[in-house]
Each structure stands twice: as structure tokens, then as C-alpha cells.
């Protein structure tokens, strides 16, 4: 039994027990903080979305440009692009074709259309966005807005209205 005690451990005791420290601590080291993660410490491109659980990503935890649509307008009764609240929309992609307003040429295929009637015009319009190909529109349209006076159901074409892609 005493030779046990006084015996010194083997260089390969030692270097087991050490990678054994090392496996169980390193990825603990990779990081300081706990369970934090900063910009700096990852590459560019590397999480992608099916490395992140739903509902884990708040708004606030996005950028203004990421939060935004990728395109929208302020559009008015004449059919002008106001460029002050408008990005990535210009005159020459807005078109008005038989009380329908044509969006061609987006530069990308939006996926949701969102249109309001602006605060500072007619009451009782009902506004109508609709990704799907109008009749009224020449050619092959990436989006549309019809407008509509709800009491008689009659076009309206003289009336602002924002409109925004994504």
C-alpha cells in the first residue's frame, strides 16, 4: 500500500488529465461572458436562419434598414413619386392604366404589398394592393393599387397613398 502513495504519476496521467481539463473548460474559454455572443465574435455569413429558434429574434435586435421594406412610395393623385418618402421607388416604375396604378420593374419580386390612403385625402376610400396581374395593367406588372369611393363603388384615381414592398 505505501509504495502506491509514494509513487509520482506517469507523464501519461498527467497528459490525459490535462486534455481531459481542456475538453471539459475550452469551449468555455472560446467566449468571455456567459452565454454571450458579440458582433465580433463570428464570421460574416455564418449563422444562418436554421441555426436560430422561432421567435428568439426581436425587432430591436435588427437594424432600421433590416426592420423597413425593401421598397416604398408615397404616391400622388398625379401620379408622382414623392422622393422625400419614397425609397426604391421612382416616377418611371409607377404607371396609372384605367383607375389601376402599375408598379413595374421593381429590380426584385416582392413577396407582400401593403397600400394606405394618405391621412391628408378623402375619407371613404377603400384602397386595394394586390401582388396578382391586373387586366387594367399593360404587360406584366410586379404590383398594383386600385382605389374605390366605398359609399358608390366608383373608381378614384386623384388621391395620395403610400404603398410599401417587401
Given at each position: 500500500?505505501?509504495?502506491?502513495?509514494?509513487?509520482?504519476?506517469?507523464?501519461?496521467?498527467?497528459?490525459?488529465?490535462?486534455?481531459?481539463?481542456?475538453?471539459?473548460?475550452?469551449?468555455?474559454?472560446?467566449?468571455?461572458?456567459?452565454?454571450?455572443?458579440d458582433?465580433?465574435?463570428?464570421?460574416?455569413?455564418?449563422?444562418?436562419?436554421?441555426?436560430?429558434?422561432?421567435?428568439?429574434?426581436?425587432?430591436?435586435?435588427?437594424?432600421?434598414?433590416?426592420?423597413?421594406?425593401?421598397?416604398?412610395?408615397?404616391?400622388?393623385?398625379?401620379?408622382?413619386?414623392?422622393?422625400?418618402?419614397?425609397?426604391?421607388?421612382?416616377?418611371?416604375?409607377?404607371?396609372?392604366?384605367?383607375?389601376?396604378?402599375?408598379?413595374?420593374?421593381?429590380?426584385?419580386?416582392?413577396?407582400?404589398?401593403?397600400?394606405?390612403?394618405?391621412?391628408?385625402?378623402?375619407?371613404?376610400?377603400?384602397?386595394?394592393?394586390?401582388?396578382?396581374?391586373?387586366?387594367?395593367c399593360?404587360?406584366?406588372?410586379?404590383?398594383?393599387?386600385?382605389?374605390?369611393?366605398?359609399?358608390?363603388?366608383?373608381?378614384?384615381?386623384?388621391t395620395?397613398?403610400?404603398?410599401?414592398?417587401?
Amino acid at each position: 500500500m505505501r509504495k502506491l502513495i509514494n509513487r509520482r504519476p506517469s507523464a501519461g496521467l498527467i497528459v490525459g488529465c490535462l486534455a481531459l481539463a481542456v475538453a471539459l473548460g475550452g469551449t468555455a474559454a472560446a467566449l468571455p461572458g456567459s452565454n454571450n455572443v458579440d458582433g465580433n465574435d463570428l464570421e460574416k455569413n455564418v449563422v444562418k436562419s436554421k441555426h436560430i429558434k422561432n421567435k428568439q429574434v426581436k425587432p430591436g435586435d435588427l437594424n432600421a434598414k433590416a426592420r423597413s421594406p425593401r421598397a416604398y412610395a408615397h404616391v400622388t393623385g398625379d401620379n408622382t413619386v414623392t422622393p422625400s418618402l419614397s425609397r426604391g421607388i421612382k416616377n418611371s416604375m409607377v404607371t396609372v392604366e384605367t383607375n389601376v396604378y402599375c408598379f413595374n420593374d421593381l429590380g426584385f419580386s416582392p413577396k407582400h404589398v401593403q397600400a394606405t390612403v394618405d391621412s391628408d385625402n378623402t375619407t371613404n376610400v377603400i384602397i386595394q394592393a394586390t401582388l396578382e396581374d391586373q387586366a387594367e395593367c399593360a404587360g406584366t406588372e410586379d404590383a398594383s393599387v386600385r382605389m374605390i369611393i366605398a359609399d358608390t363603388s366608383s373608381a378614384v384615381i386623384a388621391t395620395n397613398f403610400f404603398v410599401a414592398f417587401d
